[in-house]
């Protein structure tokens, strides 16, 4: 099995926007690449024939939720993930401690790893660094995430440092605890809102060495300003020959400075969950499908939009089908979004590859003010919106 | 446009089985046919591509329900509901009228037609056979259906044989009401479960002259055994030069005998709700998916089926969508059993050709004992199983 690599193809001049290559053992990746979310072993609503017409190159899976149902070793026993859930292309795995830090109450931190209560049926589980890494190898993914001690928002810098501390613990206990070259181990860094710490963090990580580093703990109710200064300041400590992942961001506008900030992965559950919603993605702005002025209106979502549900069906009938709450609706929908999604991925490579990054990203500042809604606030989908389902990331 | 044309190819020799062609504005259709329902201008969860990828040949589109929403006239200034829905084979539009029969005490029956009430809004709606008729023609459906009164079961002879007037007073009025050639229109045969009456019913329907005929009135809650006999008898008196139309039925052994007594189109919600639901149709029994047995089964649904669902995934990964409530379910779950569905109608058609039907019916008979669910009692799917939701024809 071919072993994990990134590959620096190109940085900006007048940004720190990077182009670059990931080679796994499904196949290369192009970045700066966006992750839809399959939580579940499926990226809602897509059949993996859409995700690949769509041009995804890459899908996140869902280690606590794959856990807990169908059972990592049910998914061994089919031959991985990929065989799994039909999608033969690369596979990111959290580490499930994202999910588990959102269970709240029905969940319990020590030094050995976290106890917790399933959301399913209240049973008990245990997931230690050990754990999280032999779950993420039995679903055979090909990058696997370290178990960190996702720090909330607000912390004094006493409990961001302890936190972090124990999330580099953890982070060491993984690398040991991996066996076979077949699939790559990231590391998460931590440290909450302080520079220091996020650059002591950074230090920390690379001393242990990973095949790549991810910026956690954003996106979990800061203020965007303050998610923003973190993003500037951390992500160019990140050592600049391995990939950089900005776990759970974001929107289009997080997306496009994070790219300016150096990132080069990123996961959300936005286009997918606002598809659901009825919320939409366009070259022109946001548009709320179901709103009346679409009654009647015959032309496609996004004319600029090469998208199945573009070509094929008018703002009206999107219309129609989402207010007679037809399954439909939830198909063409989330096709559009995750396309709008991975079309804006290949605008921006194709900017950074011309030398004209900063072009595209002005412009596109100054293209999204027209639509229905504002520009979203931030990177947490459930301040955003009404939500009609929590089982997604 | 051409106008609507029917073509006997075969009868078999053995049974009343007939191998035939109908030739529409919108292209050719090979009988016998089963049409899926698309009542709300979709087939639910099932995107266009998929079904004409599953062989569909004609859909069913629902009067009643694409009048109520999003409107006749929205769909006209559409271009019809061809291009509202992007389906450019063959559609089938039903009067409404058996819609609008099931809402019970929120509707009246009188000479000029029905006043009823929506089921989605409680608003108030006047339907008379010249306004079916008119609505028909805003949609743009290849075939017509006359507006009906259904004959509720059980009815008296009495009640039966006014009902059945009343419905052959509508046809004459929905005969005179069409304008145009592009568009066929079938006659509905009332009489309830009276053989007299159905011969007279056929008599003054043929007497009208029609593209068509269906029979109506069946599958409405009468016993198996009374529906069959009640087929058996009238089948063979339809006028043998038009397409004859068996309305709402049924299972597939249902479909075979409606074949075996000369009927060339069907249309049933069964396959699209029972998919829905987790009940599958195979080739060697029905499946209900959620079954433990199923739990780490890596072997496809139905080895002998060529559909998308069958090709890709295991019914480990179908129990697991099902389980976990993803949209996925839905959407792998009823493009198997449509396929299913237009799979059956491929061998029925090739069967009839080769001089072999009886031989077909014997043993498919005989090979659909074994799988989790027994034979299906009859037409009416909210008897068979609990359904998850009203609005499908």
Redesign the interface.
Known sequence: MMSFSFELIKTSTDSRARLGRMTTAHGEVRTPVFMPVGT???V??????RLEEAGAEIILGNTYHLYL??GHD?IR??GGLHR???WDRPILTDSGGFQIFSLGPLRKITEEGVRFQSHIDGSKHFLSPEKAVEIQQALGSDIMMCLDDCTPYPADRACTEKSMALTHRWAKRCRVAKTGEGQALFGIVQGGLYRDLRRASVEALAEIGFDGYAIGGLSVGEPKALMLETLEATAPLLPAGRARYLMGVGTPEDIVEGVHHGIDLFDCVMPTRCARNGLLFTNHGKVVIKNARY??D?APLDETCDC?TCR???R??L???F??????A???NTIHNVRFYLALMERIRTAIAGGAFEDFRRSFRDGRAEGDAGPLPGGRVDEIMEIDEE?ER
Chains 1, 2 share one sequence.
Request: proline share 5%.
């Open positions: 579940q072993g499926t809602k609503a897509m059949a993996p024939d149902r169908p049910l026993g089919h799994f859930m039909n009654r009647t015959q199945y094929n069906f008018s009206a009938y219309r129609h089908l207010i007679a709450r037809e399954i439909l939830l198909l063409l089982d």
